[in-house]
């Protein structure tokens, strides 16, 4: 859990310091903070895979070193400020709980550039946040949950109340009722990233329950694990593809892909053409794919919900277009409007037609 | 507002969640009946989970399987022993850095077992008993470790009680020195005390990796060690108070997710935090009826003991 690959690079970043600055000009450091472990085989996992596309596009030019299971919160300023001080030219803070802890480090050291995952704090021009267009892919998700479910009631495992994860519920549940109108959503809030035995006792408490397609929003394979343990009973990977559960449980996944992203932006660093940004890139982009749909699921399902991806990433279809409402019944977009970034970004409501309240 | 729960249903799984920390709590019990701290609950059960899911993966056999997670925990406590039995070091810190090796070594252990699916564990055919309504669920449904955490906890129960073995293991912990005037080998009974912990332990984390998640991930335990320290100091160091404590930690977190589940109208973190408050709740009651509960523990805990002295 605690693999210190910190210690190695700052070893290394002491030899660097005192081996004189011409020596320390020439190799890019590339540093990668992680709120799970690598194996968690999700969330994190994906990261490290774009950190390790990054050492392999650039090779002697670049030094990646990582931290995981870095907890959010104060740990993280600490451990940020420790990559700092050990020479990191860049720092991916690859977690949502990172966004002050990034800020109040790069206020600290303006000559370190940070790139702060799902955030939307840039207080300091050294600071830049990128993001994936998830609810892209929980769309195709939902419209498979709201056709393969025999029960009419589809789960969700939701983490933290966060823009990003209510907007896949609602992204969720907008195509599985457009699908099956007779759909009912209920959603567990785990408050956790990573706890496989939470999560895979949230999933049980759904399957006695009755429901029969479980999305999450967790970083582990345990739900699908539960899953398994139920004929019948369906879900998706989540983050990464999960393909040791196919065909069924998992039949399809979203698959987080930062590994273009995080090439690019080391590149920039290299040339010194980086500068503060905001990327929100999906499907289109390649930065989310969606996982290969198992013949678990019935061919017109599958012709169906790939039709829906390829529109998504021609652009001819917007997983949020009018009229929506929100859930108290007011309107939030109007017949054909399409959600703003802005609105996405900031998103603390559900749409009309799913139960319970987001926590506060 | 319980709607949709099925109170059978609920209590097996209260049942099944209790599985890992009854017996790391049953264990430590014992650890501590002896007058020895061992704070590496967590380490020991990670230890256990991640080599009883190797032993399971490489055999094929889920049997083996928990054999080789006792093993490892074992194993682990063995450290444990020798540094704090014999090298004479402070118990609290020796504990502490053992959790912190065992989710270490087992992260390293568990590399090459990331993404393999562990042999499933049966549950025990109860026949035409599984069927009888309500009951035939809670009680005849389970797998076979279900059974052995409560046998477990009942034979530590009777060994304290009545045997000879348990009133020479809680005179060792009661006064060390008493003890050793009267010819026991202090250092010996506390150290496989200390084994039988270890290997409790490691069943408790071999029962995470192997049934209740069957798969490995670094961290899988997530604090359930913790929790099984605390459950022996809410159980005031009584066997049958484990087996409450347990079910009622494991109850409150199975019953808060359902209610979510259900759409209850009480608030999600206020459901997330009732495991914890309950217990928080519980060990203050505890501690402040009569005083009396709260003196139950063995008078020589935490202190080491050399024959020297």
Not at chain 1, 341 to 357: Q, R
Request: with cysteine; proline share 5%; hydrophobic share 45%.
């Amino acid at each position: 859990m605690n693999r210190r690959s910190l210690l190695a690079t700052a070893a290394l970043g002491l030899g660097l310091a005192f081996s004189g600055p011409g020596l320390a000009q020439d190799k890019t450091k590339a540093c990668f903070v992680y709120v799970g472990p690598i194996g968690d085989l999700g969330w994190s996992y994906q990261h490290h895979q774009g950190a390790l596309a990054v050492q392999e596009a650039y090779g002697d030019k670049v030094d990646v070193s990582w931290q995981e299971s870095v907890p959010e919160g104060a740990d993280a300023e600490r451990v940020l400020t420790q990559m700092a001080l050990s020479g990191c030219n860049i720092i991916f803070t690859t977690s949502f709980g990172y966004m002050d802890a990034t800020n109040a480090v790069a206020a600290k050291f303006p000559d370190v550039k940070f790139e702060h995952a799902t955030g939307y704090k840039r207080e300091h021009p050294n600071v830049s946040t990128y993001n994936a267009r998830f609810y892209e892919g929980r769309a195709v998700q939902g419209h498979i949950a709201g056709r393969m479910t025999k029960t009419n009631k589809i789960g969700y495992i939701a983490s933290f109340p966060i823009p990003e994860v209510i907007m896949g519920i609602n992204s969720y549940y907008l195509h599985a009722k457009k699908a099956n109108p007779n759909v009912e959503l209920t959603v567990i809030w785990a408050f956790t990233w990573f706890d496989p035995a939470k999560e895979a006792d949230a999933a049980k408490a759904m399957i006695e329950q009755g429901v029969d397609v479980i999305a999450s929003h967790t970083d582990s394979t345990a739900p699908l694990a539960e899953a398994a343990k139920t004929p019948g009973v369906i879900g998706f990977g989540q983050a990464s593809d999960m393909a040791d559960y196919k065909p069924s449980p998992r039949v399809s996944s979203i698959i987080d892909n930062w590994a273009p992203y995080y090439v690019k932006r080391v590149g920039e660093v290299i040339d010194g053409s980086w500068s503060q940004s905001d990327t929100w890139a999906g499907i289109k982009d390649g930065e989310v794919e969606i996982g290969e749909i198992t013949e678990a699921i019935p061919a017109d399902v599958r012709a169906e919900a790939e039709a829906l991806r390829d529109a998504i990433s021609a652009g001819s279809y917007h997983p949020f277009t009018g009229p929506i409402r929100k859930q108290d019944g007011s309107e939030w977009l109007a017949e054909g409007a399409t959600a703003p970034d802005g609105d996405l970004l900031g998103m603390s409501f559900y749409v009309e037609g799913i139960a319970g309240e987001i926590p506060q | 507002m319980f709607g949709s729960i099925d109170p059978a249903l609920l209590i097996a799984s209260l049942m099944v969640n209790a599985v890992p920390i009854m017996l790391a709590a049953t264990g430590e019990l014992v650890v501590e009946k002896s007058g020895v701290l061992n704070l590496g609950v967590e380490g020991m059960m990670i230890m256990g989970a991640i080599c009883g899911f190797a032993v399971a993966v490489v055999t094929g056999n889920p049997y083996l399987g928990f054999i080789g997670g006792a093993l490892g925990g074992a194993a682990l406590s063995a450290i444990f022993a020798v540094l704090t039995q014999i090298l004479q070091t402070n118990q609290v810190a020796t504990g502490l850095a053992l959790t912190l090796f065992g989710l270490g070594l087992s992260s390293l252990i568990g590399q090459s077992y990331v993404g393999e699916k562990p042999p499933a564990t049966g549950d025990v055919a109860f026949g035409p008993l599984a069927e009888i309504p309500f009951a035939g669920t809670v009680l005849f449904s389970h797998d076979w470790m279900v059974y052995v955490s409560i046998l477990m906890v009942a034979a530590v129960w009777w060994v304290l009680r009545y045997s000879r073995t348990g009133l020479v293991l809680r005179a060792v912990g009661e006064s060390h020195e008493a003890a050793h005037a009267l010819g026991y080998k202090v250092t010996r009974i506390r150290m496989l005390a200390i084994f039988f912990g270890g290997a409790l332990a490691g069943l408790g984390g071999a029962y995470v990796s192997l049934v209740r998640v069957p798969q490995w991930t670094d961290g899988i335990t997530a604090g359930a060690g913790w929790i099984a320290l605390a459950i022996v100091v809410f159980a005031s160091w009584k066997p049958w108070r484990v087996m409450i404590g347990a079910y009622l930690f494991g109850g409150v977190t199975v019953l808060q997710l359902n209610l979510q589940a259900a759409g209850s109208a009480i608030p999600a973190e206020y459901l997330s935090m009732a495991p914890y408050l309950i217990t928080i709740l519980v060990l203050v009651i505890i501690s402040s009826g009569r005083g009396r509960a709260s003196l139950d523990a063995p008078a020589s805990l935490g202190q080491n003991f050399h024959a020297s002295r």
